[in-house]
C-alpha cells in the first residue's frame, strides 16, 4: 500500500511514539513486558487509530499523534487494551460471532482488566460510565469474559440500536483484521495457509500469557488476578487437582472452632494495664473459613452414562468435599438426574443422605440428553431465593447433548470420563474436568 506524502513524513514520529508509549507501559506493567513487545509496526493511514492481526500494530500516524498530544495515558490504555485482545484470543474467537456484538464483548473484557491494572486515572470522559455498566454486569455475570458476556446479551435480544451508545463508551482499536477469513479460518477451510498462521499465532499469544505468569513468581511484582482467572490451564482440570479445584466454590463462613491467630483485644489491653507488662490472651471462639454452603450436581441419566461410572464419580467427589473440610455446619447438596428433563432431585445433608442414596436410589431416564432443563432449574432457584449461596453447578455426562447458549448464574463445570468427552462442543463459558 503507497503511503500519501503527506501522511508518510509523519509515519516515523509515530512510530516513536508508539515505541515511547510500550516502553512506558513496560515499567508499569513490568509483567507484561514480551507481549508489549510482541507487535511489529506498521504505518497504515486511513486505520482507526491502531488496528492489529496479531501479528503486526497498524496504526494511522495522524491520529496516533493527535491521541498522543490529547492524552498520552489515554494512548496508553488503548495500546494495552489492543494487546489484551491478543493475550486473551477474541480475534481468533470471533468465527461464527455476531460481528458488532462480539467487538463490543471483547472490548467490555478488556476494559474490565484495564480497570484493575496499576495505570494512571483514566480522564476520559467515558470512563464514568464504563464503570458504570462495568459494575452493573458484574453483579449478574460470575466472570466478565467476552463469551459470558455475549451469551448475556445474547440471552436479553439486545437491539443493535440500543448496542451503539454503549459501545461507542469502550471503543478504543480497529477490529477491521478479526473478521477477515485469514485470522480465523481453520486449515482445511483455508487453502491459502492463512488459517495455519492464525492457529499458530492463537497459540504464540497463549505461550506468552503462560510465561509472563510464570516469570512473575519469582519476582515482586505479581500477576493481576483479572489475567490469572482467565489463564488457559484454569479452564481445564484434571483429577489430580480437582480437590483444590472444588475450593473455588467455597464461600465465607464464621465457625465455632477455636482461633489461634486471633485474640480479644479487650483483653490484651486490659492486661497490660493491669500487670504492666503481661498481656492476657485468649484464642477467639469463632473463626471466618471458606466452606461449601450450596453445592449442585446434575447426573446425566441418558443411554450412554450410567451405573458404575456415575456412582464413582459421586463418591469421589463427596469423598473429596468432606475430607478436605469443605463443607459448612449445614450444608446443602442437591443431587438431580436428567437426561432430556429433570428425573429426579434429592437434598443431601450428610453421610447418612448420600449412603442412602447410593444403595437405594435407582437411576432413571436414559433418553436423550438435554442439558438446558437443569440450568433453567438452577437459575429459578436462585431467583426465587431458594439458593442463596451457591457457587457452582457440576455435570456429570458424557459431553453429547443439547447445551444452553446461555451463561448461567454461577461457574459451571462439565466432568467427562477421560477419553470419552465430546469437549469440543463444551460451552466457551463452562470449565471441563477429566476424570480416570
Given at each position: 500500500?503507497?503511503?500519501?506524502k503527506?501522511?508518510?513524513?509523519?509515519?516515523?514520529?509515530?512510530?516513536?511514539?508508539?515505541?515511547?508509549?510500550?516502553?512506558?507501559?513496560?515499567?508499569?506493567?513490568?509483567?507484561?513486558?514480551?507481549?508489549?513487545?510482541?507487535?511489529?509496526?506498521?504505518?497504515?493511514?486511513?486505520?482507526?487509530?491502531?488496528?492489529?492481526?496479531?501479528?503486526?500494530l497498524?496504526?494511522?500516524?495522524?491520529?496516533?499523534i493527535?491521541?498522543?498530544?490529547?492524552?498520552?495515558?489515554?494512548?496508553?490504555?488503548?495500546?494495552?487494551?489492543?494487546?489484551?485482545?491478543?493475550?486473551?484470543?477474541?480475534?481468533?474467537?470471533?468465527?461464527?460471532?455476531?460481528e458488532?456484538?462480539?467487538?463490543?464483548?471483547?472490548?467490555?473484557?478488556?476494559?474490565s482488566?484495564?480497570?484493575?491494572?496499576?495505570?494512571?486515572?483514566?480522564?476520559?470522559?467515558?470512563?464514568?460510565?464504563?464503570?458504570?455498566?462495568?459494575?452493573?454486569?458484574?453483579?449478574?455475570?460470575?466472570?466478565?469474559?467476552?463469551?459470558?458476556?455475549?451469551?448475556?446479551?445474547?440471552?436479553?435480544?439486545?437491539?443493535?440500536?440500543?448496542?451503539?451508545?454503549?459501545?461507542?463508551?469502550?471503543?478504543?482499536?480497529?477490529?477491521r483484521?478479526?473478521?477477515?477469513?485469514?485470522?480465523?479460518?481453520?486449515?482445511?477451510?483455508?487453502?491459502?495457509?492463512?488459517?495455519?498462521?492464525?492457529?499458530?499465532?492463537?497459540?504464540?499469544w497463549?505461550?506468552?500469557?503462560?510465561?509472563?505468569?510464570?516469570?512473575?513468581?519469582?519476582?515482586?511484582?505479581?500477576?493481576?488476578?483479572?489475567?490469572?482467572?482467565?489463564?488457559?490451564d484454569?479452564?481445564?482440570?484434571?483429577?489430580n487437582?480437582?480437590?483444590?479445584?472444588?475450593?473455588?466454590?467455597a464461600?465465607?463462613?464464621?465457625?465455632?472452632?477455636?482461633?489461634?491467630?486471633?485474640?480479644?483485644?479487650?483483653?490484651?489491653?486490659?492486661?497490660?494495664?493491669?500487670?504492666?507488662?503481661?498481656?492476657?490472651?485468649?484464642?477467639?471462639?469463632?473463626?471466618?473459613?471458606?466452606?461449601?454452603?450450596?453445592?449442585?450436581?446434575?447426573l446425566?441419566?441418558?443411554?450412554?452414562?450410567?451405573?458404575?461410572?456415575?456412582?464413582?464419580?459421586?463418591?469421589?467427589?463427596?469423598?473429596?468435599?468432606?475430607?478436605?473440610?469443605?463443607?459448612?455446619?449445614?450444608?446443602?447438596?442437591?443431587?438431580?438426574?436428567?437426561?432430556?428433563?429433570?428425573?429426579?432431585?434429592?437434598?443431601?445433608?450428610?453421610?447418612?443422605?448420600?449412603?442412602?442414596?447410593?444403595?437405594?436410589?435407582?437411576?432413571?431416564?436414559?433418553?436423550?440428553?438435554?442439558?438446558?432443563?437443569?440450568?433453567?432449574?438452577?437459575?429459578?432457584?436462585?431467583?426465587l431465593?431458594?439458593?442463596?449461596?451457591?457457587?457452582?453447578?457440576?455435570?456429570?455426562?458424557?459431553?453429547?447433548?443439547?447445551?444452553?447458549?446461555?451463561?448461567?448464574?454461577?461457574?459451571?463445570?462439565?466432568?467427562?470420563?477421560?477419553?470419552?468427552?465430546?469437549?469440543?462442543?463444551?460451552?466457551?463459558?463452562?470449565?471441563?474436568?477429566?476424570?480416570?
Amino acid at each position: 500500500m503507497k503511503i500519501p506524502k503527506d501522511n508518510e513524513i509523519l509515519c516515523d514520529p509515530a512510530e516513536d511514539i508508539l515505541e515511547l508509549t510500550r516502553d512506558e507501559l513496560a515499567l508499569t506493567v513490568k509483567y507484561l513486558g514480551t507481549a508489549l513487545r510482541r507487535f511489529t509496526l506498521a504505518c497504515r493511514p486511513g486505520t482507526n487509530r491502531i488496528a492489529t492481526d496479531c501479528d503486526t500494530l497498524f496504526f494511522d500516524p495522524v491520529r496516533v499523534i493527535a491521541a498522543y498530544r490529547e492524552d498520552p495515558c489515554g494512548l496508553q490504555r488503548t495500546y494495552l487494551h489492543t494487546v489484551l485482545h491478543c493475550l486473551l484470543g477474541h480475534p481468533f474467537r470471533a468465527s461464527g460471532k455476531e460481528e458488532t456484538l462480539w467487538d463490543f464483548c471483547a472490548d467490555l473484557e478488556a476494559e474490565s482488566i484495564l480497570a484493575e491494572l496499576p495505570l494512571p486515572a483514566d480522564t476520559d470522559p467515558r470512563a464514568v460510565r464504563r464503570d458504570a455498566l462495568l459494575f452493573e454486569l458484574e453483579q449478574k455475570i460470575p466472570l466478565l469474559t467476552a463469551e459470558f458476556l455475549y451469551a448475556h446479551y445474547r440471552e436479553t435480544r439486545i437491539e443493535p440500536s440500543d448496542l451503539a451508545e454503549p459501545a461507542a463508551w469502550f471503543y478504543r482499536d480497529d477490529h477491521r483484521f478479526w473478521h477477515e477469513t485469514g485470522i480465523q479460518a481453520p486449515p482445511e477451510r483455508d487453502p491459502s495457509g492463512e488459517g495455519q498462521r492464525a492457529g499458530g499465532l492463537q497459540e504464540e499469544w497463549s505461550r506468552i500469557l503462560k510465561m509472563e505468569s510464570e516469570q512473575t513468581r519469582s519476582k515482586p511484582e505479581s500477576f493481576p488476578e483479572a489475567l490469572t482467572q482467565r489463564m488457559p490451564d484454569r479452564m481445564v482440570y484434571k483429577e489430580n487437582r480437582y480437590d483444590a479445584f472444588l475450593k473455588r466454590f467455597a464461600v465465607t463462613d464464621e465457625e465455632l472452632r477455636e482461633d489461634p491467630d486471633a485474640f480479644d483485644v479487650g483483653l490484651y489491653s486490659y492486661g497490660l494495664r493491669l500487670y504492666g507488662n503481661m498481656p492476657l490472651i485468649e484464642p477467639l471462639e469463632y473463626r471466618e473459613t471458606e466452606k461449601i454452603k450450596e453445592f449442585v450436581i446434575a447426573l446425566d441419566t441418558s443411554g450412554s452414562c450410567r451405573g458404575e461410572p456415575i456412582r464413582a464419580f459421586l463418591t469421589r467427589t463427596y469423598d473429596i468435599i468432606k475430607s478436605a473440610g469443605c463443607f459448612s455446619r449445614k450444608p446443602l447438596l442437591y443431587l438431580l438426574q436428567a437426561d432430556d428433563r429433570i428425573r429426579s432431585c434429592r437434598c443431601i445433608t450428610c453421610d447418612r443422605d448420600l449412603e442412602e442414596y447410593l444403595q437405594n436410589e435407582k437411576l432413571t431416564g436414559f433418553g436423550e440428553t438435554d442439558f438446558r432443563p437443569v440450568f433453567r432449574w438452577v437459575e429459578d432457584q436462585v431467583r426465587l431465593g431458594v439458593l442463596r449461596h451457591l457457587r457452582g453447578l457440576i455435570y456429570f455426562t458424557d459431553g453429547f447433548g443439547t447445551f444452553p447458549d446461555w451463561a448461567p448464574p454461577c461457574e459451571s463445570v462439565f466432568a467427562f470420563i477421560k477419553g470419552n468427552n465430546n469437549a469440543a462442543e463444551t460451552p466457551p463459558w463452562a470449565v471441563k474436568v477429566e476424570f480416570e
